[in-house]
């Protein structure tokens, strides 16, 4: 397979035909523009089907009855147009529909600046809509991961009858670097999906509902089949870079490009003798909960909680885990203001040598 | 002579629906048209919210539930991924003129190929008669207790000529079902809107005029007789648009 | 070795594919590279700004505060970001277009008439070509023939005297790069 020098947000656009997805709707928003742009021409190349919905409300409606109806769909978007889709996504959860939701994150509250930031991490993580239900983030670091992770996302989606979301910052969509794409899958959309709405040849007339609507009793059900499934994603699920812990006194913790500056600066301060590692979670949800729960806290001296978000966001989950056995010090840009190596260093080495004292 | 018995597409499960409202009649046109194009199988029911919701409990066939107002949207997914469906949706006002407006004109205007049955009774039935875009001057509403004013809410919205204004849907027409001719002439336009749609023509709307006795606080026969002299001559019956007829 | 660029000037002076070009080429040379853009509201117009990260390995952060290289095209860019090269950084200008004095004396410059040399070989949208082969020949970060191969690559779908232009461009640009 050839290595291809692509642009993040056209990565996954691909990846994401060729992880099967036939159906997208989406509506305009940087920065993640040239998502619904590329597919707009690619899909049709491969007999799938692109809409320019009138609004985000209306493109995540259009994805839930493409799901409803057996297609693998897809939206993005960036902040303030996922919490438009807020409602969508609960009925994809309530309705247990499949689906993919790109978000391809800017600064915010509100319409924020449309430069890069993670501070939707709240929102991906605990309350993507209303009625608390939960879907698989996940947080890529590099175009590759980010090709991987959208490749196989469906797989996800359509075991579980769950939407995933593909979490990342827009940094990430908007640079390029090497990726290599993986072979198509077939899009076969009658498969062996028996809850979708399909019609199959010489089949009996079936009556088929498909609906978030449940008598309470049913609903309960429902709500408690699908806490079950939070606790199995919990145990099998869980995707996490560990990084130079084995003798780490310090440890960052970063996701997405956070992780990879942050990377950067920890290769600097080791080679300068600092003991320092990082867990870098890549599904957000399920958290990697025991790579935190489990440090050696006789030999970690705190964890360094690294976000593009002020104030951080990730740390309120690391704080659930590492509970009182070490101190937990963040350090993050905000508002669309980049982290970068020189500065992440330097924080990051304030942090050890104030904490050693 | 024809048998009259129960549409294949409707439960047996006794109806929700209030003593006297049309939409049980509205649903049984529906389902008989589908019964007549032998399109029981095919169809797909996107079943919005208001109390056409109930429809969940008495529809027998393949059915999507859809948010408040999205229906058109739910469609356009469903129906482009599955051409070969008989798709259509069943709003009422509030459903389709207030906070699904955007979704109804964006599905109208792409000429998205499935069919839109307006439920106009001029109140929001579910949540107990609130005002609806589509009440009258002067109509007392649970929201509006002395009567619309137009100088705080605007004016009834006349969706059929809206719709048609556009370029394009391909047939689009309102009925009022207070008398037996409506009715027929409603059942009529329902299998053209439906016949359409499986020929791949286009958008087609439906606009049904309907009633809403006990949010309107009369009995049925009232309800009816209120149709015929305030609502009817408002919300003019007609055929608004015809592509195929114009040819 | 890790070397970080930072391509910057006015919108419409092909900063932003000067980048691409740049990286594209060392990735088709069998190196790594990222390209980062600057993006912002305007759609024309106003400042340009890129910065490409070229290894042997595969490059950990695309982001970086300082840069080993830097490229302006116009005034106002080399004032804002001077500051930002490295202590024994190259420093190449435009010229044409930067007019304040170089005050640092910890890099090394190399002032290009950028804008003559374009009008020169008879495409003035060629500027950035030219400041590539500048670079080229005094940095070596990729080879005159690799950025050439791509540079074709590129221009296959143009009128082929756009591409020879484009090539003389870069001689010259090379040249120059090489002699300052």
Redesign the interface.
Known sequence: MAKVFMKGNEAIAEAAVRGGCRFFAGYPITPQNEIPEYLSWRLPEVGGTFVQGESEVASINMVYGAAAGGCRAMTSSSGPGISLKAEGISYLAGTKLPAVIVNISRGGPGLGSIQPAQSDYFQATKALGHGGFKVMVFAPATLQEAVDLTYNAWEYAERDRNPVMILMDGCLGAIMELVELPEMKTADRAGTKTWALQRREGEARLDRMLTPYFPEAMLEYENTTRGKLYEKWAENDVMVEEFMLEDAEYVVAAYGISARVAKEAILRLREEGFKVGMIRPITLNPFPKKSFANLDYSQVKGIIDIELAIPAQMKDDIALEVKDRAPIYTYGRSGGVLLDDESTYIAIKKIIEGGAK | MAEYKRPSCLKTTPSGFCPGCMHSLSTKLIAEVIDDLGQQQNACHIVPVGCSTLNLLYWKGDIVGAAHGRAPAVATGFKRTNPERLVFTYQGDGDLAAIGLAEIIGAANRGENFTVIFANNQTYGMTGGQMAPTTLIGQKTTTTRFGRDAATTGFPMKMAEIISELEAPVFVARYALNTPKGINEARKGIKKAFELQLAGKGFTFIELLMNCPTNWGMTPLQSLDYMESTTVPFFKPGVYKDKEADK | MKKSLIFSGAGGQGVVSAG?MT??AA?DAGK??????E???EQRGGSAKCTVVIDEDA????????CDILVTMNEQSFKKFAPQLKEGGVLLLNSNRVTSAVTREDVRVIAIPVDDIANEVGNPKAGNIVIIGALIGATGIVSEEEFLESLKKKFASKAPQIMEMNAVALKKGVELGKSL
Do not use: D, Q, R, W
């Not at chain 3, 790594?32 to 853009?37: D, E, I, Q, R």
């Open positions: 691409v990286a594209k990735v790594y590279a990222t390209f980062l853009p993006y912002g509201p490059i950990v952060s695309p982001l970086a505060k300082k």
